[in-house]
């Protein structure tokens, strides 16, 4: 059985940090690209962060860069998301995912996890 499970979401003041775990079972993780979404009431899921299967190559939304890491622990079927210097409007349900990459920028999404609730508020 397939499972991503998000954890380390929470409450956090602005300027604040938060580092996101997604636990992977039920297949290979480490040949699966994973990566962060987030998806904020009334708005589009968007893509915050990607790590890739084979050289752990990495890309950020612009929004991002500079305050936000993604990184992966194949031994422990883990993905992270290290999230600093947060904001109020980066509130939103942060969702784990995997998928195949096939090189070139061809990425086939599989799994989903429920996602874990960040709130940046003072």
């Known amino acids: 059985q397939v499972q991503l499970v998000e954890s380390g979401g929470g409450l956090v003041q602005p300027g604040g940090s938060l580092k996101l775990s997604c636990a992977a079972s039920g297949f290979t993780f480490s040949t699966y690209y994973a990566s962060w979404y987030r998806q904020a009431p009334g708005k589009e899921r968007e893509l915050v962060a990607r790590?890739?299967?084979?050289?752990?190559?990495?890309e950020y939304a612009d929004s991002v860069k500079g305050r936000f890491t993604i990184s992966r622990d194949n031994a422990k079927n883990t993905v992270y998301l290290q999230m600093n210097s947060l904001k109020p409007e980066e509130t939103a349900v942060y969702l784990c995912?995997?998928?195949?990459?096939?090189?070139?920028?061809?990425?086939?999404?599989?799994?989903w996890g429920q996602g874990t609730q960040v709130t940046v508020s003072s």
């Open positions: 790590i890739t299967s084979a050289s752990g190559s990495t």
């Open positions: 995912n995997a998928g195949r990459d096939y090189g070139n920028n061809y990425y086939v999404s599989l799994y």
